[in-house]
């Protein structure tokens, strides 16, 4: 059986679950759930043929049965090379249309025989590396909205409503069981700093949380992630993976400013220059004093080498706490910023560092040879 969830778009807008097992003769059968944002959630099967990484099927026999809820349909999916993603689109006998997009998960944890259904199952992922806009954001809260509206069914007196919070425009806070009212806050903010949701019940058995916090530099400890505490193993597993999903598809802007190489490089060139400074100052000054320094000159070199390692312990992070606020390691974008200032700066930048180097190799070599 191989498990897919993911989320359609067009006529209707939601969360789907789709599962489904492939036989010898390269048919597809399975089942799908569908979250509808606006509409009535629905169930129903599929039915179709695979042929080399494309699915042609229909779908039919949905549930509930009532006005307004198709009775049959067609889905057309194209697999990724992975094997990891399926894009396509879909369509019914009631002309609604529109595009969808699936994950691939698995559940790697057997269910023991015997299990209570009271066992509490945990997941957490944590969110790195990424840019998220308005249209993101929205998207991925109104479907935990319909997953928590589906779980509080009937049981408001132990579940409460989930709580949207947003922090803001320097540093004011809310938090709301509405969530229109996030979104109001969310559009006319300016600046965002955090966004957050919480789904919790009196015994801690039905825990969803989500927080995006806004990372200004290396020495910020809050850790944007999603954590999901349920005794529905289909919850735990399919929510995680869904802003998986998401996250997968937001731009990583930033992540060049915190690889490892960028740090080796810069390491390496500041090792150069200090030793073409100390090389450079000590050789001048025993020049210029020959009889009171020209014995020492050894011991210069090394004391200024010494002095020079010490202020770039202090320099060095100094910097990179600079450059990590000005490229955060999480990004929530609400107005149209300038995308070109950090291309220049980058620019500019990569320029002084290999002019830099250029200069000091070539400095080594004119006093070495």
Not at 176 to 185: C, G, W
Not at 273 to 298: C, G
Not at 333 to 355: C, D, M, Q, T
Not at 358 to 365: E, K, P, S, T
Request: aromatic residues 12%.
């Amino acid at each position: 059986m191989e498990n897919w969830t993911g989320i359609i778009s067009g006529t209707n807008r939601g969360l789907i679950f789709l599962n489904f097992d492939i036989t010898k003769e390269n048919k597809v059968v399975g089942n799908f759930k569908l979250c509808d944002i606006e509409d009535i959630s629905l169930s129903g099967k599929v039915e179709g043929n695979i042929k080399d990484d494309n699915i042609v099927a229909k779908v039919f026999d949905f549930t509930p049965e009532q006005d307004g809820v198709p009775t049959e349909g067609t889905v057309n999916l194209i697999i990724s090379v992975d094997k990891k993603e399926m894009k396509g689109t879909w369509e019914t006998n009631l002309d609604t249309k529109g595009d969808c997009i699936l994950y691939k998960f698995s559940i790697t944890e057997k269910q023991q025989t015997g299990e209570e259904p009271t066992t509490l199952e945990t997941k957490e992922i944590a969110i790195d590396f990424c840019s998220f806009d308005k249209k993101r954001i929205e998207e991925m809260f109104n479907i935990i909205t319909i997953v928590a509206k589906s779980i509080r069914k009937g049981r408001e007196r132990d579940i409460s409503p989930p709580i949207y919070s947003i922090n803001y425009d320097k540093e004011e806070r809310v938090r709301t069981y509405s969530l229109p009212d996030f979104f109001n806050k969310f559009n006319e903010a300016n600046k965002i700093w955090h966004v957050g949701f919480e789904l919790r019940d009196k015994n801690g058995m039905e825990d969803i949380l989500i927080n995006i916090s806004y990372k200004q530099d290396v020495s910020t400890f809050s850790r944007s992630s999603v954590l999901v505490k349920s005794t529905q193993k289909d919850i735990v597993t399919m929510i995680p993976e869904m802003v998986r999903g998401l996250v997968g598809k937001a731009r990583n802007r930033n992540s060049f400013w915190y690889h490892w190489s960028l740090e080796a490089v810069t390491q390496i060139f500041a090792v150069i220059t200090m030793f073409a400074i100390s090389f450079f100052v000590s050789k001048n000054l025993a020049s210029t004093f020959p009889s009171q320094l020209e014995a020492n000159r050894v011991y210069i070199f090394l004391a200024l080498l010494i002095i020079l390692f010490n202020l770039w312990t202090y320099f060095y992070r100094l910097i990179f706490n600079r450059i990590h606020k000005y490229f955060p390691m999480i990004e929530i974008i609400n107005k149209s910023k300038n995308r070109l200032s950090p291309r220049l700066f980058v620019g500019v930048i990569a320029s002084i560092l290999a002019g830099g180097i250029i200069y000091f190799l070539a400095l080594i070599w004119t006093l070495l040879f």
